[in-house]
């Protein structure tokens, strides 16, 4: 893990000594985007320390400006050892995301603590399960203490709620386990949304013609190149058809991985866009003719929250087991390879059925509140109230 910052973002500064003191800690760039959506409604009534490793540090610097040397760590271990990190926090919210690293750390310094209440804050379905797994995992190998699990998990939604509870069941009480998806409270709001796509569209320069985002996962990950180059000729026909195609690699893939995917579609008559660090949420507030992720991806949430044609591509030879909850309710559209370009082209028509019913089933299934963060701050400051 390259560097690790440690700061009190700009709206927690504060020289009360008797705030309850809260630890926030992130790595993967969605779970920071959770994170710190979460901050702002704490103001005020904590004392905010932000540890940020990997990503997360891109994540929290666009967001509020550089951080200056002095608050710069090369490891984990050095950063949460500092004087910046209190020694009993009253809550420590932990948005590792299926980092291991931070964890261990995390749990090092705080596991057993009298009084510091852990939060499990998660932005996907894979990561609440495997979050909630390492504390489970931690308590075995500490078989001669008391079990320490979570004091409350924020799953983002009803069903990553019910798959936590049936999975822990016994474990994790289920009073515990809230729903929220701060991350996705944006797209409650529509100016925001204007303002994201103006910001992408202005970004990439593409002029008239319509979007359309590909999110592949990282290459060593369910065979991530050998899936784009089943799908490559599904984006030729849509680039053929009037369509920028926008490229976006994984945060966390190699440097040079994006040049590698670039290839296989320019074999196939696509000149994809280079996004760089633009953020997803920016991509698919621009990219109105759709998005198609090549995993389960947080790519996904955004663009059915954003209400974009949504597919999660799937490679002609394999199963999906089980099936992502996006799929179930409807919301987004499961395809293989040699399905996409009509089913893509087909729903940028006005009035297509199939659109249509993607809509329906994103609005029933994920309705927008845009309150999460709220939720959140509220169940945090409790904590902090039971020490």
């Not at 000594?17 to 779970?31: E, F, N, S, W």
């Not at 370009?341 to 028509?349: C, E, G, H, R, V």
């Not at 309705?367 to 400051?381: E, F, Q, S, T, W």
């Amino acid at each position: 893990m390259a560097e690790v910052i440690v700061i009190s973002p700009p709206f927690s500064e504060s020289t009360d000594d008797h705030l309850p003191k809260v630890v926030c800690a992130a790595v993967h760039p969605g779970a920071a985007e959770t994170a710190f959506q979460v901050l702002p409604y704490l103001a005020g009534k904590v004392a905010i320390t932000v540890v940020a490793a990997g990503c997360a540090v891109d994540t929290y610097e666009g967001l509020y400006g550089p951080v200056s040397t002095e608050e710069r760590y090369e490891s984990v271990a050095e950063a949460l050892n500092s004087e910046r990190v209190p020694k009993d926090p009253a809550v420590v919210v932990d948005t590792v995301a299926n980092e291991s690293g931070l964890h261990v750390e995390l749990s090092k310094k705080y596991r057993g603590v009298k009084g510091v209440k852990r939060v499990i804050l998660s932005d996907s379905y894979t990561a609440t399960p495997l979050d909630v797994q390492r504390y489970r995992d931690d308590d075995k190998e500490h078989e001669d203490q008391e079990p320490c699990p979570p004091d409350l998990v924020v799953a983002i939604d009803r069903y990553d709620q019910a798959n936590v509870a049936k999975l822990f069941a016994g474990y994790l009480r289920a009073d515990r386990i809230i729903r929220a998806a701060p991350a996705f409270d944006y797209a409650a709001n529509r100016s925001e949304l204007a303002r994201l796509e103006k910001v992408g569209l202005d970004a990439l320069q593409t002029g008239s013609r319509p979007l359309f985002a590909v999110f592949p996962t990282i290459m060593g990950e369910v065979d991530a190149l050998r899936l784009l180059q089943d799908c490559a000729p599904a984006l030729g026909q849509i680039a053929k058809a009037g369509c920028d195609v926008i490229l976006k690699t994984h945060p966390r893939e190699r440097d040079d991985a994006w040049e590698e995917y670039a290839a296989l579609l320019r074999d196939n008559g696509v000149n994809p866009i280079n996004p760089g660090k633009l953020p997803v949420t920016v991509i698919v507030a621009a990219a109105r003719a759709g998005t198609v992720a090549l995993s389960s991806s947080t790519a996904s949430h955004h663009s059915v929250q954003q209400r974009r044609p949504t597919y999660l591509a799937l490679s002609e030879r394999e199963a999906w087991v089980p099936i992502p909850p996006l799929v179930q309710t409807g919301a987004a559209r499961l395809v293989r390879p040699h399905e996409l370009a009509n089913l893509a082209l087909q729903s940028m028509a006005p009035g297509d059925p199939l659109s249509l019913k993607l809509q329906d089933a994103m609005n029933k299934a994920y309705p927008l509140d845009g309150n999460g963060g709220r939720r959140v701050a509220k169940h945090i400051i409790e904590l902090t109230e039971t020490r």
